[in-house]
């Protein structure tokens, strides 16, 4: 029997499954952290530095194991800090419970200290479920339906508990009166899949088609068998949205890798030659980057109708579960015997790769960023887990890390916040202790929050089975990405003010708190470093000093684009020599046939 009713809260969601919730203490929630120290480790709190991180943890739980994230934060200053990262979740459409503390009730509505309207702040993030417990009674059904709305729903809850609520004796089963509510555990998901007239649509545009493009995203996650066999009956190629990088693997050739500004020219010209579009799983947003209307017949998957039909005109829209949906489709889909259009794609994706290599191997002052992701490809352990920070990183972890079956990679999609990259790593570690996670960071974001939450690397590393964790920072001293947002969308030269960040010993900074750092300024030296920080006995900080003139290139450039690169080295960019140098041999590449 519980004691209180922050017992039974931790009781109800160890019945849930849930053993680990990461978060912040304060006095809102000091009857919940009472109840942590008396259940032992389970379920554990892992402690972070800053409740966001918390929340970003949370997220990528989630999407690490497909279970909920739980993330718990005190009243006022630490409920509001979870906001961002608990956004995160909402938007990558992942499972989150955030838990928070509040003012006792009695003096709910008082301007007491740190009392803040917290139903009201979380009524948008978690706008599925938000609720105060005001009495004990209430706490079983609250857990129950916060847990199972958040995977139903695939969002981010949100439970507000008053710290007297917290005191108070546990009412586990309220009394059999008018007035309670008497709920129960467990969810399981349904397999939805369409009606059969839908599917054979859907398999008549696909076979009536003659150059079919796929498009897969994060929920086709599962379904990676499903999407080679159908892309090989069709004859099509298959582009991956961010989130969807780790669906298939790079080594099969008829994946022609990312798409978008962060894409590759082979997924450009699957999208801008196709007759047909088959969608899995995506809500990828850029227009410019699908069929023009009209071009190609539209067939979208997805598992969230409200999801369907946004991106581009669909002829035929399957609401249901990828894996399943594309089952039930197989059967009725014909193998196409002309397979010219695949043997194009293949041989535009091969190209690419060797373009991908050309460019990574060109010189830079002092390391070209490029080169970092390429030595890694080749060096990635069995089912490592790799997470981006959004930046330039992000550029190069679309498109040039070369991603393995068994692999899961993740960054922050939709929100695409700054921030994500340490703390997905950590909570890969605590989900998987076994496997190597690796990070890919800007210097930015390391200055943002990465540096704080080495500190937590520091504190649990000891607890993990295999203790490799790598953190690539990508020093450059800019915040880069969005200084060539200012050039090529803008034609704004480098505004220095908001775009020099300063400088940093980050590797030292990992050896002083017990890490290991390694700082490489030598683009013979990537190798080898490489090798060390995947050796190492503990977590690394692989610190490079990269050249922020190299542009993170768009997979083709439009003449507006150009126009504005132009217009900004004429309005005076402070780094307009080396800028200049270093586009015109990233392009050559593509300008000059291939060497090979
Ligand atoms: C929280 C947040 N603030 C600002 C941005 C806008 N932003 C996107 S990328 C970026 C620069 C990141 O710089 P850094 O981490 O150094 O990476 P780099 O691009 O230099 O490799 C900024 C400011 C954002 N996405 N999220
Ligand atoms: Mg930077």
């Known amino acids: ?3 209180n009713t922050a017992d039974f809260l931790l009781a109800r969601l160890r019945e849930w499954d849930i053993h680990r919730l990461y978060g912040y203490p304060g006095d809102g929630i000091n009857a919940i952290l009472g109840a942590f120290n008396r259940a032992g480790s389970d379920p554990e709190l892992i402690q972070v530095r800053h409740e966001e991180m918390a929340a970003f943890m949370a997220c990528a739980h989630a999407k690490f194991t497909g279970e909920v994230g ?3 934060a005190t009243s006022g200053p630490g409920a509001i800090h979870l906001l961002n990262g608990l956004y995160d979740a909402k938007l990558d459409h992942q499972p989150v419970v955030a838990i928070v503390g509040q003012t006792a009730r009695p003096a709910l509505g008082g301007s007491y200290q740190q009392e803040v309207d917290l139903t009201t702040l979380f009524k948008d993030v978690a706008h599925e479920y938000v609720e105060m417990a005001s009495s004990p009674e209430q706490m079983r059904h609250l857990v129950d339906r916060a847990v199972r709305i958040a995977r139903d729903q695939r969002t981010v809850t949100c439970l507000i508990i008053p710290n007297d609520v917290a005191e108070m004796p546990a009412v586990e089963t309220p009394p059999r009166a008018h007035g309670t509510i008497h709920s129960s555990l467990g969810y399981s998901p349904p397999t939805i899949v369409p009606a059969q007239a839908d599917l054979r649509k859907a398999a008549e545009a696909l076979n009536a088609g003659k150059k079919v493009a ?3 995203g994060a929920g086709a996650l599962d379904a990676a068998n499903e999407v080679i066999e159908i892309a090989e009956l069709l004859g099509a190629g298959v582009a991956k949205a961010l989130l969807g990088k780790a669906v298939l693997p790079d080594d099969l050739p008829f994946v022609t890798g990312s798409i978008g500004l962060l894409g590759t020219k082979p997924s450009w010209d699957l999208m801008m030659d196709c007759d047909t579009l088959l969608m899995v799983g995506s809500s990828f947003p850029y227009s410019e980057f699908l069929p023009e209307e009209g071009q190609a017949r539209g067939v979208q998957i997805d598992i ?13 829209q399957l609401v249901g579960d990828s894996k399943a949906t ?4 197989i059967p009725l889909l014909e193998r196409k015997e002309d397979r010219s259009w695949r043997e ?5 994706t091969e190209k690419w790769w060797e373009l991908m290599e050309e460019r990574a191997l060109e010189s830079a002052d002092p390391i070209n960023p490029q080169r970092l992701f390429f030595e890694l490809s080749k060096r990635l352990p069995d089912n490592a887990i790799l997470s981006s920070d959004s930046g330039s990183s992000a550029n190069w972890f679309a498109r040039d890390v070369k991603i393995r079956k068994g692999m899961m990679a993740s960054l922050s999609g ?3 916040t700054m921030g994500p990259g340490v703390p997905y790593a950590i909570a890969a570690k605590f989900a998987h202790p076994d496997r190597v996670a690796i990070a890919m960071v800007g210097d930015g974001a390391m200055q943002m929050n990465g540096l704080a939450e080495l500190i937590t690397i520091g504190k649990y590393w000891h607890r993990w089975f295999d203790p490799r964790l ?4 990508l020093h450059n001293d800019d915040l880069n990405q969005v200084t060539w947002e200012q050039r090529a969308m803008e034609g704004d030269p480098r505004y220095d003010a908001s775009q020099d960040i300063p400088d940093f010993p980050y590797a030292r900074y990992a050896e002083l708190i017990g890490l290991k750092g390694i700082r490489v300024d030598h683009p013979d030296e990537i190798g080898t470093a490489w090798d060390d920080a995947l050796a190492a006995d503990r977590p690394c900080v692989l610190e490079a000093i990269t050249d922020p003139a190299v542009p993170p290139l768009p997979p083709h450039i439009t003449f507006e684009q150009a126009t504005h690169f132009a217009q900004s080295i004429l309005r005076g960019d402070s780094d307009r020599r080396s800028m200049v140098t270093q586009s015109l041999k990233q392009m050559v590449g593509e300008l000059i046939p291939s060497r090979h």
Do not use: F, S
């Open 1 to 3: 029997m519980a004691e």
């Open 470 to 473: 790598v953190v690539l920072v």
């Open 304 to 316: 969230d109708g409200r999801m369907i039909g946004i991106r581009y005109p669909m002829e035929v």
């Open 414 to 416: 939709n929100l695409a």
């Open 70 to 72: 739980v993330c718990m």
């Open 344 to 348: 194009q794609i293949e041989k535009n």
């Open 214 to 216: 796929m498009l897969v």
């Open 326 to 329: 594309l089952r039930a489709l």
